[in-house]
């Protein structure tokens, strides 16, 4: 199993362009995440799912988008790029109820916007 | 509101022990999550707790106080390959703390 494989590595965005951050898990988990997380600090919920065709907001939603049409991908857009956006970007994936499951991180996507 | 509080840093000597608290004030809980975060790299996982008390893993035990919204992360016998992040995180709305950066030095 490759677990939770995310792409790109790195990525440099100039203002007010717009791209696809890929998540993928061959884990057949129900659940999966994406989280941002700024320099020295914590993990920040964006949105997440909970199985194909079903997604909800996190904390911090605004300025992106998911969509989730199969249990393996979970792609995350960003449509018009802001410097707020710079970040390293996380997707994780989980099995169980209710956020209550280990889960597992991809390596993270490095976000640069200039 | 929602509020998780740790130390932002801890240092300690190799063959120590440490204790990394957490404390939260949410306004929903079903349990508490530990993270490890190597600089550079995703977390991983290291513990659960949903009921009260101390739960042991080789090295690492954590503990929960539900009433006093209190967890801690203890390591015992502290090894270079210590030195990472660690993060609480509490369910049910997946709030992060900030993360507790511990350096082992020998």
Known sequence: NAGVTQTPKFRILKIGQSMTL?????????????????PGMGLKLIYYSVGAGITDKGEVPNGYNVSRSTTEDFPLRLELAAPSQTSVYFCASSSGLAHQETQYFGPGTRLLVL | GQNIDQPTEMTATEGAIVQINCTYQTSGFNGLFWY????????????????????????????????????????KELQMKDS?????????????GTGTRLQVFP
């Open chain 1, 22 to 38: 890929q998540c993928a898990q061959d884990m057949n988990h129900n659940y999966m995440y994406w989280y941002r997380q700024d």
């Open chain 2, 36 to 75: 490890q975060q190597h600089a550079g790299e995703a977390p991983t996982f290291l513990s659960y707790n949903v009921l009260d008390g101390l739960e042991e893993k080789g090295r690492f035990s954590s503990f929960l106080s539900r009433s006093k919204g209190y967890s801690y992360l203890l390591l």
């Open chain 2, 84 to 96: 990472a992040s660690y993060l609480c995180a509490v369910t049910d709305k997946l709030i992060f």
